[in-house]
């Protein structure tokens, strides 16, 4: 059996049907005129999958191969046939399952992809240059690409553990209890080994400062999951008074760390200077942020939205609307679209667009946007640094 054909078939061996769940891919639409915008390129890309797919081009191989190793092994089979146990229930992980398996928005492996990409647009380093060029492919040190797979590594393993179910909420619609506790077991177990091969993969590039970036990393993505939720005891309740300022500080901890300090850490390994990882390090972070601001704004600037659709109370439009309203009166709106204990989420929506706090989301997502760019400048002209800059005006795009 070939490669590609054992990939496609890995999602019966899941339980897959129907269309995979999308896990905060961007809806790329027209550009709208909101915020100040500089560098908007006629040439931009006018489809995320098609900046992805121009991306993977240039480094040499789509980052969808780039963890085969750690897929095909034979811990990951069994695991794929414990979760094969659990189609017919309504357990997360089976979602997430399908999810990393059909990516078909291309959006689960940006992190890795950012990744090879800041590589090759950085180059070789006059200190690294002593550095056999047998170990580089397409402009790539091999020790860059073992990178990229641990960052995504990381990153699927917080989706898996993320997948886990409060058993202490559980609802009788939910399904029976020991499916609910298979499922955690199966969750626990797999992100564990998925991050134990992330560890395994950062020993042997015996770098003692890259160790640290991505161990820091770490720690701040469970300090970033603590955080979102404590904020909230319950998904979909009325959150904590928080402003912008405490919001971008919880962001960067769970969404933007990972990137930022694996752009880093690539540039350690090729030997490159404090300014050249520091515009790496700002790239990945601004980036990140445009990623996840854009993430937050889909259900305010989709022209098609149901009117069953939920968002996060904690999302960025959502702490604007509320920082420009104040906190007595956005808990009086909360009120005022309640509906039998229940909240009507298409009035409270309507009421959030009819505020400055989707403009203003807009705004800062072009901000970190720009400030990406800006990061971009001191990295001389190639593929690789107009393929990063595709990528934030794939993001910075709204209808």
Avoid at 149 to 164: D, P, S
Avoid at 205 to 210: A, E, F, H, M
């Amino acid at each position: 059996m070939s490669l590609q054909q054992l990939l496609l078939r890995l999602p019966r061996y899941l339980g897959a049907s129907g269309p995979p769940r999308r896990l905060g891919s961007p809806s790329l639409d027209p550009v709208c005129s909101v915020g100040s915008w500089h560098g908007q390129s006629p040439r931009s890309p006018a489809h995320w999958k098609q900046v992805v797919s121009e991306a993977e081009k240039i480094v040499g191989y789509p980052t969808s191969f780039m963890s085969l190793r750690c897929l095909l092994s034979d811990e990951v089979s069994n695991i794929a046939v414990q979760v094969r146990k659990l189609v017919g229930t309504q357990h997360p992980l089976l979602s997430t399952a399908r999810g990393l398996v059909q990516d078909s928005q291309n959006s689960l492996q940006l992190r890795g992809l950012v990744v090879l990409l800041v590589s090759k647009a950085a180059g070789p380093s006059h200190a690294g240059a002593s550095r056999h060029t047998y170990d580089m492919v397409s402009g790539i040190y091999s020790c860059q690409r073992s990178l990229a797979e641990i960052t995504e590594l990381i990153h699927t393993a917080l989706l898996v553990h993320r997948g886990i179910v409060n058993l202490n909420e559980l609802q009788s619609s939910d399904g029976p209890l020991k499916d609910m506790q298979f499922g955690n077991k199966v969750a626990i177990l797999s992100g564990d080994f998925l991050l134990a091969n992330a560890c395994n993969g950062l020993a042997l590039l015996q770098n003692t400062k890259v160790v640290e970036l991505l161990a820091s990393a770490l720690m701040d993505l469970v300090q970033g999951v603590y955080h979102e939720n404590s904020t909230s005891a319950k998904k979909n309740c009325i959150t904590d008074d928080i402003g912008i300022a405490t919001w971008k500080e919880q962001a960067f901890l769970s969404h933007g760390a990972l990137l930022a300090k694996s752009c880093r850490a690539a540039m350690e390994l090729a030997k490159h200077g404090a300014e050249v990882q520091d515009m790496a390090f700002q790239y990945g972070e601004h980036m990140a942020m445009s990623h996840k601001i854009h993430s937050d704004l889909q259900p305010f600037v989709r022209e098609k939205t149901s009117d069953y659709m939920t968002f996060n109370l904690n999302s960025a439009p959502v702490i604007l609307h509320q920082e420009f309203l104040g906190r007595d009166l956005w808990i009086k709106q909360i009120r005022e679209a309640q509906e039998k204990g229940r909240l009507n989420y298409a009035k409270l929506r309507e009421t959030i667009k009819a505020g400055k706090g989707v403009t203003s989301a807009i705004d800062l997502c072009r901000h970190h946007g720009n400030k990406a760019l800006a990061a971009l400048e001191s990295f001389p002209p190639s593929e690789a640094r107009s393929a990063l800059q595709n990528m934030v005006f794939a993001v910075t795009r709204f209808s």
